[in-house]
């Protein structure tokens, strides 16, 4: 579409995006695979092996969790929405989450 071709987005933008795409990825994926009775050992067993299963920014995913990794481990035991979370921890802003899966989908842009 005509919009589509005249979107601009700053280099900052793309790539806070893609941060915060990568952020939603890893944690909702971590997220998922915890129980109710969770401990801080199996959050960071599983934030520690949750980037091997990155499809591709195993590095950046890696840099990120380790970076983060205490927060991570304490919001991930609050029951906070992976989205949250996110933001929180700077990944994402307001703006990323609700422009990021239309720059992305419309871009055909996924992980």
């Not at 915890?34 to 067993?45: F, R």
């Not at 983060?68 to 921890?89: A, F, P, Q, Y």
Request: aromatic fraction near 8%.
């Amino acid at each position: 579409d005509d919009d589509e071709d005249q979107m601009v987005i700053s280099e900052e933008d793309v790539q806070l995006s893609v941060l915060c795409k990568a952020c939603t990825w890893a944690i909702g994926r971590v997220k998922k695979a915890l129980g109710k009775n969770t401990t801080v050992e199996i959050i960071n067993k599983k934030l520690s092996t949750i980037c091997n299963n990155a499809p591709f920014l195993k590095s950046q995913c890696r840099k990120f969790i380790n970076k983060h990794l205490d927060m991570l481990i304490r919001e991930l035991t609050t029951n906070d929405g992976v989205k949250t979370i996110c933001i929180k921890v700077k990944a994402c802003n307001n703006l990323t989450i609700t422009e990021m899966y239309f720059v992305f989908s419309s871009n055909h842009l996924y992980f």
